[in-house]
């Protein structure tokens, strides 16, 4: 009886131990890594925040597509409005590769000027070359802050990315806009991550 006992207890504890061990092992690979990656995320995401910030406005949306990630490094890259889409590709191309890991080039071929509801298509393809059909924000535009950085795997990152109004005047924040998740990845590259998704979490509709 006692031998049939102990077996029994050792057959349910390896059972205990089997079953909790990816548990474990998924707890272990989530933890808070904001204060290590911060200022190379930071870096990393600050070229976004006109792009993020439109995309809070009262009316607009978004779509984290390769139109967007085509607008987002357009945004970023002076000297190409009025440039031929071929000259632009050859440019963005690298850029793409670098923040995304795509080399896709998307742009919408243009309609009208003013800020599309779909901010991902303010940079548009006009009888072939880019026209950027919006306008700019001035002394107070949008500043990005990391709120957390979660690792979530062994490669892969959750950003808590935060948009407030910044006064160039005052050199003081004047207003909360929004909040996206940005999922990251590690790379051999000098960004050290490329970004494999983002969401925005939080808008709040601000008037332009």
Known sequence: MKKKLKSSLII??????????????????????TKTYS???????????????????KNQYFKFDNYARTTMVTMRTRGLSNCKIASAKKRLQPQLKLYF???????????????????????CN???????????????????????IIKTGSKT?????????????????CGYIGTYKVYLRKASNKNGFVITNIKQTTSKKIRF
């Open 157 to 173: 990152y959750e950003v808590t990315y935060s948009l407030y109004f910044y006064d160039d005047c005052t050199k003081k924040t």
């Open 39 to 57: 200022k190379s995320v930071t870096k990393l995401l600050k070229g976004f925040d006109s792009y993020f910030g439109y995309c809070c406005g």
């Open 12 to 33: 349910f504890l390896a059972a205990i131990m089997i079953f909790s061990l990816p548990l474990s092992a998924s707890a272990a690979t989530k933890r808070d890594v």
């Open 126 to 148: 006009k009888n072939g070359k880019i026209v950027y059909t919006g306008g700019d924000w001035g002394e107070v535009y949008p500043k990005g802050s990391v709120k957390k």
């Open 101 to 123: 890991n795509t080399s896709t080039v998307k742009f919408k071929k243009f309609t009208k000027y003013g800020i599309p509801k779909n901010p991902s298509y303010l940079f």
